[in-house]
Nanobody
Framework: QVQLVESGGGLVQSGNSLRVSCAAS????????MGWFRQAPGKEREFVAG????????YYADSVKGRFTISRDNAKNTMYLQMSSLKPEDTAVYYC?????????????????WGQGTQVTVSS
């Protein structure tokens, strides 16, 4: 079992930055791929960014490429999402997720563990 806990969400103005964190416990993550997803009201949960834990290879949705950076800290078993140049359309609940295997995928059904989510609100 892997437990995931997100933190760091909040209210920010458009154009500003925010970092959200995902602390993992229960297992070492070297054989997992991790992802950040988000869900806005009335919309489906969507892939934002992913990382192969063992290699650090990263993947991004086109909508956030160049603005968001995903990273991980092996020693802390924690994943981060640094969000810059935030826009009102980035407003959503942000979830971290883990899946067994090293491949990052963009579909929610392929992830085995989820955090409870953290709200990010970007005001215009």
């Amino acid at each position: 079992q892997v437990q995931l806990v997100e933190s760091g969400g909040g209210l920010v103005q458009s154009g500003n930055s925010l970092r959200v964190s995902c602390a993992a416990s229960g297992r070492t993550l070297t054989s997992y791929a991790m992802g950040w997803f988000r869900q806005a009201p009335g919309k489906e949960r969507e892939f934002v960014a992913g990382i192969r834990w063992i290699s650090g290879s990263t993947y991004y949705a086109d909508s956030v490429k160049g603005r968001f950076t995903i990273s991980r800290d092996n020693a802390k078993n924690t994943m981060y999402l640094q969000m810059s140049s935030l826009k009102p359309e980035d407003t959503a609940v942000y979830y971290c997720a883990a899946r067994r295997g090293v491949m990052v995928v963009t579909t929610t059904d392929d992830y085995d563990y989820w955090g409870q989510g953290t709200q990010v609100t970007v005001s215009s």
